[in-house]
């Protein structure tokens, strides 16, 4: 596929060639957080991605002893290998490895197609809870290339402005437009406004998929980005709602691209359209 990065993404055959590889710690993220008892991955442990990655008292991340903790309990230490999967396409398993790649862990990996693609192979389920022995994990350094924040993306605009930077907004075209503030699917809930960033390409996550959720290839990709005027040279900062889907299109400029700069901006439409005093568009794209 010719991907900048390929290391980072694994086949369904892969993990299931590793299952008993002690060096290695499979993880689901799933939305639903009940998906996981109903069978998973034999070997492979559930992460809650609000209840384990989010502070419980402000919109904030766990701290990085916290996160450490967290690594630990999973039998993960620094040097362990972590494959990430999970339901929606790998949407919150993208965010799972956007935050531990934040967090500095180093060894992640992500399974192409997810739950979906291993479950239509009827590769093997389990519902039992595996047990490791605990890890040994010294807090990294949280990395602050990878996310972005309401202010940076504010000063951003300028970028944008000036041909310098580019935003992507994953999202919807109807939530793009601001017909919705949700996935069509979903209640339509959370946001007092609808509509986009000023300056934002529309380029929906699920443009860069294949049917059975699978990356496209690197050529397909880097000309559906191109044709948006999104190219390497340029400061990149992505948004969707809550940072899930955004996350699922920062790891293919990351690491199926390569593209050197680019942000997530976590905050998303959430933030954003019930934020005091910054702008939105409404419509089609500029």
């Known amino acids: 596929m010719n991907y900048a990065n390929p290391d980072v993404l694994v086949s369904t055959d892969w993990v299931l060639e590793r299952l008993d590889d002690p060096n290695i710690r499979v993880l689901e993220v799933d939305e639903d957080i009940l998906l996981y008892d109903t069978g998973h991955v034999p070997g492979a442990q559930k992460i809650d991605w609000q209840g384990d990655f989010w502070d419980p008292i402000i919109r904030e991340f766990i701290q990085p002893d916290e996160f450490a903790a967290l690594m630990e309990r999973l039998g993960i230490s620094n040097d362990t290998t972590v494959v990430l999967y999970g339901d929606k396409n790998n949407w919150w398993a993208a965010y799972a490895f956007w935050f531990m790649s934040y967090n500095g862990h180093k060894n992640l990996k992500l399974m192409n197609g997810g739950r979906i693609k ?113 190219t390497p040279d340029k400061e990149v900062i992505a948004y969707c709602r809550i940072a899930e889907r955004s996350s699922h299109s920062w790891f293919v400029l990351k690491h199926l691209l390569g593209y050197p700069k680019v942000k997530n901006y976590d905050g998303s439409w959430t933030e954003w359209g019930n934020s005091v005093g910054v702008p939105i568009a409404k419509g089609a794209e500029e």
Do not use: C
């Open 118 to 230: 291993w479950t239509q192979e009827n590769k093997p389920l389990t519902t039992d809870k595996p047990s490791y022995p605990k890890g040994h994990y010294v807090p990294g350094q949280r990395d602050p290339n990878l996310r972005a924040f309401k202010d940076e993306v504010l000063q951003h605009l300028q970028k944008v402005q000036a041909g310098a930077g580019a935003l992507v907004d994953v999202r919807s075209p109807a939530e793009f437009t601001g017909e919705k503030t949700h996935m069509p699917e979903y209640p339509q809930e959370g946001v007092l406004r609808g509509g986009h960033i000023p300056g934002a390409k529309s380029i929906p996550w699920a443009t860069t998929v294949n049917p059975d959720g699978t990356f496209k290839s690197a050529d397909e990709l880097k000309a559906l980005y191109d044709s948006k005027g999104v």
